[in-house]
């Protein structure tokens, strides 16, 4: 390699180390002025789908959070609250591995909401909430942070990224498909 190249990819390489912090800090701050949602799948649920005889009122029938998951949903409050000391709005799938994501944040009751339910192996109907999820947020503006929690194939169909177990993406408003990511965060 050339020493202009070598220069060049040096270069390169700062600015993107000093633009991705920066991109991250003007995403936080859209959802915390209620300019953004943020989306997260919920955390480590070991296993894909749920379990023959599933139930949704029934959690002892679904594939749930083991203590991983757990700890990851108290340091997502951690880190949420540390973004923002006022209100939250938390919404969330009435799967139990989301209901217990959300509660575990421990920022405040959260609202089930069937349109981010799972729709995997035909549970639901993904175009349809995946539609009806844009409606209620093709809003500019939310009255406070928010946040929900859902299923992986809710959070591919409205943004096109995979995420792993715990990992959110902070979206711009109103909600459009493919979604605008502002920034995705990992898993704390």
């Known amino acids: 390699m050339h020493q202009a190249d070598m220069k060049l990819c040096l270069v390169l390489l700062i600015l993107l180390f000093v633009t991705l912090p920066a991109q991250a800090d ?7 002025e209620g300019k ?11 296993g894909s789908g749920d ?3 599933f139930v949704l009122e029934d959690c002892s ?3 749930n959070l083991n ?3 757990q700890q990851q949903a108290k340091r997502w409050g951690k880190l949420l609250r540390q973004q923002h000391n006022g209100e939250i709005t938390v919404y969330s799938s009435q799967w139990c591995r989301c209901l217990d994501t959300a509660r575990l944040m421990d920022l405040t009751t959260p609202t089930p909401l069937p ?10 109907d993904g175009d349809k909430q995946t539609q009806a999820l844009m409606q209620q947020f093709a809003i500019a503006q939310t009255a406070q942070p928010t946040v929900l929690v859902t299923h992986q194939v809710n959070f591919t169909a409205l943004t096109g990224i995979f995420p792993r ?3 959110a993406a902070i979206l711009a408003l109103p909600l459009t498909q493919p979604a605008t990511v502002l920034a995705r965060i990992n898993t704390p």
Request: glycine share 12%; aromatic share 10%; net charge positive.
């Open 26 to 32: 003007n995403a936080w701050q859209a959802w915390r």
């Open 36 to 46: 953004a949602l943020l989306l997260m799948r919920h955390t480590l649920a070991p």
């Open 51 to 53: 379990p023959a005889g």
């Open 61 to 63: 029938t679904q594939r």
């Open 67 to 69: 203590n991983e998951g």
């Open 115 to 124: 349109v981010l339910n799972s729709f995997f192996a035909g549970r639901g």
């Open 165 to 167: 177990s715990g990992e």
